[in-house]
């Protein structure tokens, strides 16, 4: 068996950047508090063999309040199921915050593991004008301390060192720090006035006394008249109001720049696909495979896949406003809208990542510790927009919303309309969690205490990193689910013949059901077939719509096809009206059979599964309708 | 032609498998109570 050693800190002390600087894995390193939910592995290869090493969920103590903290704790005392003991530990602190810090760490020495204490960040730190006697701080612990810069990798080698030497048995145990009295077992805080007889309280003082002392004259800090830079930018961005001015300009500015820096890229992956149906369509010979390679394999798995460079950008944004530390202020500023409908700003961060997907999403709430807002925000997680809606919405928007910019496009109002989509999802998430909290999952929540982290230069890397690892999980569903469907839907639309095909006979029959929507059969079946993946709607209209690749027909052949489409009267199908229906439709819809699956996981229940899937449709559908007929009725968008 | 629609054939059923395969997956998954989902007894617990 592999020797193993775990990674453990406060949230947001670089722990995750380190993890991967060692083995080699990339991973989500994100700004905020708790984005690591899960234990990560990764194997790194010392002269004594391969190590396996743990990448544990951040936390504040050892005191198992979540379902992170309690695996945190369960992996340290090998209580865990399916995780080996361990052979030491490493515990990561911000050396510019020590005093927090240090609080996990007098918890860890009482374990009693082979313990390094990785003292991160500081170049923070000295910019803060904190000088710490390291080697003083060693002699008091009484386990090795190693100063680290692990976002430029500073300091690696000496902790490559130090992880040999747990290896190789040379670090001894710590000793505990005792801080409970021998004969009654009770904390030595000192104290039993202000907190009583509170275990947990008389924990507290103890600890910190500890540390206190610990700390005593070997860290020294400048006194600074002026406030860090990074308050002075926290007063204005997380203000009630200038705060939540520049967060809209923020999203507006960057879903603008989703349209207009991916547009390049998309025609050429257009002149791609077109390129490649017309080389097929040049040399096979006529027939049903030709067809099926055309227009079900190209035609659909190409107008899914023109979308890849949005996808992109997107990420790439996110990425970037998540590393140098902007969206912990975002977390922030709505965390007071939170706390009014009776959730608390922790339930923000899940739902920020459902904004990329639902699934890490729902599996993030895990930070959660009281179970009925846990519950409350997977049932509202998926309402976000994720990454697989932006094709329909780009799409749409590009066919009917106008193209006007202002501040020399820098701002427009395409870019707008797709902001307005993605916090649709958000909007209607806040009444939906106020009438659950009021409910079925009524309950009083707990305080949340967040921490900001300081604003840092994004490591370019990472933030790349981020975006291609999602482009490789959209290619991957292009080439697989999406692949699969696609030729499903052909193959439906192409037999017994073109003209009275099976696909059209079942939209047929579902149209009075969708045409409250302002949908022909068209639209409905191309929604319908988009419930195992969203994704594959776009393969879909292109199969409904007989766009034809060979003819050179690609996204903007569905574009064209979307804006010429008309009902058998001849009166034209898609406006403004029939657009936003199809759009809120996708915002508030859960077609997702993933999410459905890891909202079973998660709360080891069909009903909620079950409910989070039928509230969401219902959702879905009397929204979309009641857009499309007041619009119908004021003769908007017609 | 019959080659064709034979091919056409072979791979219209391995979609329709495919997709029912990625399907059950899922279901199967969820009912698994999967082994490093701390989910389950957690939940159980408060």
């Known amino acids: 068996m592999k020797p193993a050693i775990a990674f453990l800190g406060n949230p947001n002390t670089g722990k995750t950047t380190l993890f991967n600087a060692l083995t080699g894995l990339r991973q989500q390193v994100g700004n905020y508090p708790g984005v690591t939910v899960e234990r990560k592995h990764g194997q790194l290869t010392t002269p004594h063999g391969v190590v396996e090493l743990i990448d544990l969920p951040g936390t504040y103590s050892l005191a198992a309040q979540s379902p992170d903290e309690e695996v945190v704790a369960n992996v340290l005392r090998g209580h865990q199921k399916g995780e080996q003991p361990l052979s030491g530990v490493v515990v990561i602190v911000d050396a510019s915050n020590l005093k927090r810090n240090l609080y996990l760490v007098s918890q860890v020495l009482e374990v009693g593991l082979p313990t390094i204490v990785v003292l991160n960040m500081m170049d923070i730190a000295k910019r803060r004008g904190v000088t710490i006697d390291v080697t003083a701080l060693e002699k008091r612990l009484g386990v090795p301390v190693i100063p680290m810069k692990a976002n430029v990798g500073g300091g690696v080698t000496q902790l490559n060192a130090a992880l040999m030497q747990v290896v190789a048995g040379q670090i001894k145990i710590p000793k505990p720090v005792g801080l409970r009295d021998p004969e009654t077992g009770k904390w030595q805080s000192g104290r039993t006035d202000a907190c009583g007889d509170h275990p947990i309280a008389q924990e507290a003082v103890a600890r910190y006394n500890w540390i206190r002392g610990v700390l005593h004259g070997i860290v020294f800090q400048v006194p600074s008249t002026r406030s860090h830079f990074s308050d002075r930018l926290d007063k204005v961005l997380t203000h009630r109001v200038w705060g939540t001015v520049i967060f809209v300009i923020v999203m507006l500015f960057m879903f603008q720049a989703i349209y207009s820096w991916a547009g390049p890229l998309q025609d050429m992956i257009d002149n791609g696909v077109s390129a490649l149906g017309e080389w097929v369509g040049s040399w096979m010979p006529s027939g049903v495979l030709k067809d099926l390679v055309q227009d079900g394999v190209i035609g659909g798995v190409g107008s899914v896949l023109v979308f890849l460079p949005q996808i992109v950008f997107l990420f790439l944004f996110i990425a970037f406003l998540e590393d140098c530390g902007y969206m912990a202020r975002a977390a922030f500023l709505m965390d007071r809208l939170f706390a009014r409908i009776g959730l608390s700003g922790k339930s923000f961060i899940p739902m920020l990542s459902s904004f990329a997907c639902a699934i890490p999403g729902v599996m993030a709430t895990r930070t959660i510790e009281n179970r009925r807002d846990r519950f409350v925000t997977i049932l509202v997680s998926p309402l976000m927009s994720c990454s697989a809606r932006l094709p329909v919405y780009t799409l749409l928007i590009a066919a009917f919303v106008p193209s006007v910019t202002w501040m020399g496009g820098l701002l427009g109002f395409q870019g707008a309309m797709l902001f307005a989509m993605h916090a649709l999802g958000f909007a209607v998430a806040i009444p939906i969690v106020w009438i659950l909290k009021r409910t079925v999952l009524k309950g009083a929540t707990p305080p949340f205490v967040m921490e900001l982290p300081s604003y840092k230069m994004p490591s370019l890397k990472l933030v790349g990193w981020r975006a291609l690892d999602r482009a490789k999980t959209f290619v991957q569903s292009a080439g697989t689910i999406i692949l699969a469907m696609s030729v499903v839907i052909w193959a439906l639309s192409y037999f017994p013949t073109a003209d009275h095909n099976y696909f059209a006979m079942m939209g047929h029959a579902i149209e009075p059901l969708v045409k409250p929507l302002g949908w022909d059969w068209r639209i409905g079946m191309s929604v319908l077939a988009a419930f195992p993946a969203r994704e594959v709607v776009i393969a879909a209209m292109a199969t409904s719509f007989n766009v034809n690749v060979a003819d050179g027909d690609d996204s903007s052949g569905i574009l064209q096809a979307l804006q010429n489409a008309t009902w058998p009267d001849g009166a034209p199908l898609f406006g403004l009206a029939v657009a936003m229906s199809v759009m809120i439709f996708f915002a508030l819809c859960c077609q997702c059979g993933a999410t459905v699956a890891i909202i079973r996981r998660e709360t080891n229940s069909w009903k909620w599964a079950g409910f989070a899937f039928a509230y969401m449709t219902i959702l879905a559908y009397l929204a979309a309708a009641i857009v499309y007929q007041v619009m119908a009725y004021f003769g908007v968008g017609i | ?46």
Do not use: D
């Not at chain 2, 997709?19 to 059950?24: A, E, H, M, T």
């Not at chain 2, 279901?27 to 999967?34: A, D, E, N, V, Y």
């Open chain 2, 1 to 46: 032609m019959t080659a064709q629609f034979v091919i056409v054939g072979v791979v219209i059923v391995g979609a329709v498998v495919y997709v029912s395969c990625r399907l059950w997956k899922e279901w199967r998954h969820s009912q698994s109570g999967c082994s490093h989902c701390p989910a389950n007894h957690l939940n159980s617990k408060k």
